[in-house]
Each structure stands twice: as structure tokens, then as C-alpha cells.
């Protein structure tokens, strides 16, 4: 099983400053690499798929780089809507794993 | 508008069955594989079972393989999980989802592009 791992485990930041969130596999996924947002109560949404690429809709301030082992999501300037959790997931096999997940706080 | 529409969870006591069904709508339902996606209270997200979309091919985590049970019906645009010899460790919500790509024949490892608004199932005495 390739094993995802997050960090840091909590990001508190404000409005308007930029997050860096990081996910790094146990093995190399390839370029397999995804992101989502999930808020209080509410299922995960896709945000970022095969490591770069934005979900349909997504704001331009969302995005994703890496490849192999190690992944980023960046946030280039928080809004109120982004404090939420955030999940990587890996699709390079089956066995589909996701981190444990990073969670965006207001500071 | 795309929609995903859980059902059938509950309070079922360890070694009971329930089934659950996710109602598809918005979208061409038996091009696109189709998920069930659990989440344990508090903790994060876990794939315990896939299918594709003509439903011939099927996947299992190992901690539900011999349990639990996929299928689709597309002539209804709904999908089910039957789970039976359930355990505490069962307690969740059950999420369906999307795959993104449309594969109809095939199940290939995916990203999860549409989801439902879940459905609890709890496992207890």
C-alpha cells in the first residue's frame, strides 16, 4: 500500500497570505496525484487532479505541482472560503490511498 | 445538474447487513465507474470498493473484500453496497462517487470528480 503523508498536520494562516500544503508518497505515484477540500459536514470536492491539473470551476488561486514522491497544493492568497480541510489521493494502483489530511485554519 | 443521492444507512448491531444505494442523475451513469468512499468519525477518507461502468469488473479494499458487495443497476442509474458481517470498525459515512474518466468496459484507478452528501452507518450494540 503506498502511504500518503501530509504536512503539516495543521496550517494556521489569514486571509490574503499564501498556503503551502505538502504530500509526500511512500513510492513514486507518477504524476497520479490529487487534492480535494472537504468543509464541515460536507462530502470532499475535487480540486486539483494528476497533480497540476484544476477541476472544472476551480479559482486560478488553486494549484498543484510535483511529481514522484513529493506533491504541493498552493493557495496563492486565502480567502475566508479556504479555511476546510484538505486531502491528497494517490491513483497510481489499486489499494487508492489518501493522506490524512491538513487542516487549514484562520490565525 | 450532476447529483449523487445516498440512502439505506443506519444502526445495525455487529454481524447485521444493511444496503446501500447512491441514485445517479445529470450525467450518462453507466459511462463513468462508480465508488463508494468511507470516512470514520473524525478520520480521513478511505476507497473500499469500485465498479465499471458496464459493471462486469469490481474492486475491494482487503478490509471489506468477502463482505461487502458492489453492483449497479443501469437501467435504474443507481448503485448499491451490500454489507453484510458488519463490524464496529464498519462505522462511517458511506460517500459515492464519480469517477472522472468515462471508461465503460475497464476499471482503472481514478480520481473522484462527483460526490453525495453521504449516508451513516453505525455499527453497535
Keep these: 500500500e503506498i502511504v500518503l503523508t501530509q504536512s503539516p498536520a495543521t496550517l494556521s494562516l ?42 472544472t470551476g476551480l479559482p486560478a488561486r488553486f494549484s498543484g505541482s510535483g511529481s514522484g514522491t513529493d506533491f504541493t497544493l498552493t493557495i496563492s492568497s486565502l480567502e475566508p472560503e479556504d479555511f476546510a480541510v484538505y486531502y491528497c489521493q494517490q491513483r497510481s494502483n489499486w489499494g487508492i490511498t489518501f493522506g490524512q489530511g491538513t487542516r487549514l485554519e484562520i490565525k | ?73 443501469n437501467s435504474k442509474n443507481t448503485l448499491y453496497l451490500q454489507m453484510n458481517s458488519l463490524r464496529a470498525e464498519d462505522t462511517a459515512v458511506y460517500y459515492c462517487a464519480k469517477a472522472k474518466g468515462a471508461n465503460w468496459g475497464s476499471l482503472s484507478p481514478d480520481v473522484f470528480d462527483i460526490w453525495g452528501q453521504g449516508t451513516m452507518v453505525t455499527v453497535s450494540s
Design chain 2, 1 to 73: 445538474e450532476v447529483q449523487l443521492l445516498e440512502s439505506g444507512g443506519g444502526l445495525v448491531q455487529p454481524g447485521g447487513s444493511l444496503r446501500l444505494s447512491c441514485a445517479a442523475s445529470g450525467f450518462t451513469f453507466n459511462n463513468y465507474a462508480m465508488n463508494w468512499v468511507r470516512q470514520a468519525p473524525g478520520k480521513g477518507l478511505d476507497c473500499v470498493s469500485a465498479i465499471s461502468g458496464s459493471g462486469d469488473s469490481t474492486y475491494y479494499a482487503d478490509s471489506v473484500r468477502g463482505r461487502f458487495t458492489i453492483s449497479r443497476d
Design chain 1, 14 to 55: 489569514s486571509p490574503g497570505e499564501r498556503a503551502t500544503l505538502s504530500c509526500r508518497a511512500s513510492q513514486s505515484v507518477s504524476n497520479y496525484l490529487a487534492w480535494y477540500q472537504q468543509k464541515p459536514g460536507q462530502a470532499p470536492r475535487l480540486l486539483i487532479y494528476d497533480a497540476s491539473n484544476r477541476a
